[in-house]
C-alpha cells in the first residue's frame, strides 16, 4: 500500500477557476444589477456587488475544500480515490480497467512542473464512474503511477488474476515516433480548414450581440460612401481584414497543434499536441473501431486529407474521447506508411465500386430541389438582388455530380471500406468484427430505380459512428448485406466473397 497522497495546492486555484467560469452568467447578472451607482446613497445600492464578492468567496472556498478532501493511494492493484466532505466517496479502480493515463499540461500547471491525469477505463462511454481525474500532481508522480500501472498489468497477463499484485521491474517498451507536423504543415493546415471564415463568423455572432448599440446603419452608409469614393481603398481594406483574420487563424492552430506527435508505444498510440495547454491522449489499439479519411474542397485538389480514430469508450464528459484526430492533416501518400505501422491488418490501397449511372439524376435533383426553398423565398423577397440567389442552381448540380462520382464501396476479405460526400470527401475503414449493425434502407422511388441505401454502423460515442452511401446498385447493397450475415447467403457475388474468406 502507497501512502494517502493530496493533489498540489495550485488544485484550489484551478477548482475555484472553473466554479467561477460554471457561475460566469449568473455572477455577471448580479454584478450588472443596479451596478452599485445608484443616486439614493443607500447601502441596498451596494447589495448586488457584496451579493457577488460573497459567491466568488464561497466558490473559492468549496476550491480549498475540494482540495482537502480529495486523496489518493495505491492499494492492491487499484487507484483508490476519497472525496466529498458532507457525501464522502470512494472510487477504486483495478488495474486491468485502467486503458490509459491521459495527460494535459495548463497555463498553470507548467510553472510547477505539474500535469492533470485523466484515467480512461474500460468501461462504456455512458458510464460516468468509470474515469477519474487527478487535476494536478507532478509529473515524477505521474509517471511513477503509468510505471505501476504497467508493470502490474504486466504481471497479469503473464500470471493471470494474482489476487496479490507487486510491482515488477519496469517493462522495456517500443517506443517510435511515426510522425510530427512541422511549421509549415500548421500554416498550410490554418489555410486550408476555413478557419478564416469561422473567425470572421465569430466576430459577426459577437457585434450581432450589440445591435442596440451600434447604429448598424450609420456604419454601412459611411462604408457605401467610402466604396464609392476608392474602390482601391475598399479592396485593399477588405484584403487587410482576411489577413488579420487568416493571421488569428494561423494563431489558433499553432496555440491547439503545435508540437504535435504521433509515437507508438508498444500497443498503445500517444499523442501529444498545445503550445499553452499540452495535452497527452492515449489510445489503446484494440479501442480502435475504425479509421476515417476527411478531405475539404481545398484540401481534396493538393492531395491533403485527415485522419481521425474512431475510438470505442471514453466519457460522455469528453466531447473528443472518442473521435480523435490521428493526422490533423497530411499527404495521402505520406498517410499510407504510418498507418500500416500501427494496424498492419488493415488494407489502405482499395479498388471501389461506385454507384451505377442511373443514380446521377436522383443525386443532382434532391440538391435542385431543396435548393428551391432558398432561391424562390429569396429571389421574391429581395428583388432584384435576390436573384443572385440562381447561382445555387450551378452549384447544386456540380455538387450532386460529385456526390455521385464519391460514392462507393469496397469489400475485400474482413474489411468493409465506404466512400461518401457531404461537401467534403470521406473514407471510413471498418473491421467486420468492429461494425456494430448494417442496415439496408430503400424508398420507394429508389425501389423503382432498383438502388438503396447502405449504412454501417460501428461503436463510438454514445449511439456510435454511422456512415451510409446512398443510392447504390441494390445487388451490390445485397452483397453487403450477406457479407456481414453469411448465415443467409442468398447473392452469388456473396457466397464468392465469402468462398475466398473461407479459403
Do not use: C
Request: charged share 25%; hydrophobic share 45%; proline share 4%.
Amino acid at each position: 500500500m502507497s501512502e494517502e497522497k493530496r493533489l498540489h495546492p495550485i488544485t484550489t486555484v484551478i477548482n475555484a477557476a472553473k466554479a467561477i467560469k460554471e457561475a460566469i452568467i449568473p455572477i455577471v447578472i448580479l454584478f450588472f444589477v443596479n451596478g452599485g451607482t445608484g443616486n439614493s446613497g443607500s447601502i441596498l445600492d451596494y447589495v448586488p456587488i457584496l451579493i457577488t464578492a460573497g459567491l466568488i468567496i464561497l466558490l473559492i472556498f468549496s476550491g480549498v475544500i475540494q482540495w482537502w478532501r480529495f486523496k489518493y493511494w495505491i492499494e492492491e492493484g487499484e487507484l483508490r480515490i476519497e472525496q466529498g466532505l458532507f457525501v464522502k466517496k470512494k472510487r477504486y479502480i483495478h488495474f486491468e480497467r485502467i486503458q490509459s493515463l491521459n495527460y494535459s499540461e495548463g497555463i498553470l500547471h507548467r510553472p510547477f512542473k505539474l500535469v492533470k491525469i485523466k484515467v480512461e477505463t474500460a468501461g462504456s462511454s455512458s458510464d460516468l464512474d468509470s474515469e477519474a481525474v487527478l487535476t494536478a500532481i507532478t509529473k515524477e508522480e505521474a509517471n511513477e503511477l503509468n510505471r505501476m500501472i504497467s508493470a502490474a498489468k504486466k504481471k497479469l497477463k503473464e500470471k493471470g488474476l494474482d489476487p496479490e499484485l507487486t510491482v515488477a521491474e519496469e517493462p522495456e517498451v517500443d517506443d517510435r515516433v511515426l510522425y510530427k507536423m512541422s511549421p509549415k504543415d500548421l500554416i498550410v493546415m490554418a489555410t486550408t480548414s476555413g478557419g478564416a471564415g469561422v473567425v470572421l463568423g465569430g466576430v459577426l455572432i459577437f457585434l450581432s450581440q450589440f445591435g442596440e448599440l451600434i447604429p448598424y446603419e450609420t456604419v454601412f452608409n459611411e462604408l457605401i460612401e467610402f466604396v464609392e469614393t476608392g474602390f482601391l481603398l475598399a479592396g485593399i481594406l477588405i484584403v487587410l481584414v482576411f489577413l488579420i483574420a487568416w493571421l488569428i487563424a494561423v494563431a489558433m492552430t499553432f496555440l491547439r497543434y503545435a508540437d504535435f506527435t504521433v509515437r507508438l508505444v508498444d500497443k498503445d498510440i500517444v499523442i501529444t499536441r498545445g503550445l499553452l495547454e499540452k495535452k497527452q491522449t492515449t489510445v489503446p489499439l484494440k479501442r480502435i473501431q475504425g479509421i476515417r479519411f476527411d478531405q475539404n474542397i481545398v484540401r481534396e485538389p493538393f492531395r491533403y486529407t485527415s485522419v481521425t480514430i474512431e475510438s470505442a469508450g471514453g466519457s460522455v464528459l469528453e466531447k473528443d474521447s472518442n473521435a480523435i484526430r490521428l493526422l490533423p492533416m497530411i499527404k495521402e501518400n505520406e498517410a499510407t506508411p504510418i498507418l500500416n505501422e500501427i494496424l498492419p491488418d488493415y488494407e489502405w490501397n482499395v479498388d471501389f465500386k461506385g454507384a451505377p449511372s442511373r443514380s446521377i439524376f436522383r443525386y443532382i435533383f434532391w440538391k435542385l430541389f431543396f435548393s428551391l426553398f432558398v432561391i424562390i423565398p429569396v429571389s421574391w423577397f429581395f428583388f432584384p438582388i435576390g436573384l443572385l440567389s440562381l447561382t445555387l442552381i450551378p452549384v447544386s448540380i456540380l455538387l450532386g455530380w460529385m456526390q455521385y462520382r464519391t460514392a462507393g464501396y469496397n469489400l475485400s476479405g474482413d474489411q468493409l471500406v465506404m466512400r461518401f460526400r457531404g461537401v467534403s470527401k470521406q473514407i471510413v475503414y471498418m473491421k467486420k468484427k468492429r461494425i456494430q449493425s448494417v442496415t439496408w434502407t430503400e424508398t420507394y422511388f429508389q425501389r423503382k430505380g432498383r438502388v438503396a441505401t447502405i449504412t454501417a454502423t460501428i461503436k463510438s460515442a454514445i449511439g456510435g459512428s454511422s456512415t451510409s452511401v446512398e443510392h447504390l446498385d441494390k445487388k451490390d447493397v445485397e452483397t453487403m448485406m450477406d457479407w456481414y450475415r453469411p448465415e443467409a447467403v442468398s447473392n452469388p457475388e456473396a457466397r464468392e466473397i465469402i468462398g475466398e474468406l473461407e479459403t
